[in-house]
């Protein structure tokens, strides 16, 4: 077993094991640690405790210490100073002419660099700008291109469904989300309607695919022909949820007759899941996808 405490260094954001030594960590203590990028300022998500060895990718770093009233007023200054930083990039960004869009700007604990992060269609040329910028602040200046997900996790917003963005709230890592994901929980592909604020399909449909992947294993297809109690019938509709089939009966002097029925009470001939695979993205939803 390994002792480790997990440290995080956004409010929503990965985590990452360090050694804590001899020093009990709870939950939101600032720590001092040192990265890749220098020594930086964190704060414990995971309470000291034992993992097992594979677990873990040894060997781990060190927590340096406990962070002191000092640490925490110099992170609130830092933060204090990044929108002066960043109004005085955009306008150099306008003076160079590039097509890039700034979405923020942070500095490291130690106030040794200043990162700025943008987003932009292809491979953008900021060497003067960044030459131009190290001249103003007089210290190392990291220009790092994010994907259009990363832009709407740094910006954040209310999301279609009226809640804050969950990539800004809570996920730590984006998740692999496809359109077989919407034809298995049978949304509609309309752009409007499974695209997030970042223009991309919205998260959210990867948190019950597995639910609606089992279940379509299960209920039969529409337009299909199933065996009742009272006879046979054609699917016009499933509850996904509940497990409920709706059947249309045709009797012989010509009327219909609708009725709904338990899963567990139809025979079947063929399953949802048979189609899937077999319809083509529409053209318009190609765009949604990374």
Known sequence: MVKIVGIKFRPVGKIYYFSPQNIEFNIDDGVIVETARGIEYGKVAIASK????????????????????????????????????????????AKHKLDMKLCDCEYTFDNSKIIFYFTAEGRIDFRDLVKDLASVFKIRIELRQ???????????GIAPCGRPCCCSAFLPDFKHVSIKMAKTQ??????????????????????ENNHYSETLKKMPKIGSDVTTSVGKGVVISNNLLKYLVRVRFEKEDGSVEISEYPLSEIKATATMEEDLDKEEVPADIKGLLD
Request: proline share 4%; net charge positive.
């Open 50 to 93: 034992e993992v097992r060895e594979d677990e873990v990718v040894e060997p781990l770093k060190p927590v340096i210490r406990k962070a002191t009233k000092d640490d925490e007023n110099k992170v609130q200054k830092n933060i204090a100073k990044k929108e002066e930083a960043l109004n005085l990039a955009q306008e150099k960004i």
């Open 146 to 156: 994010i994907g259009i997900r990363d832009r709407a996790k740094v910006l954040g």
């Open 186 to 207: 049978c949304l509609s592909l309309n752009p409007t309607k499974i695209s997030g604020l970042c223009g991309r399909l919205m998260c959210c449909l990867e948190y």
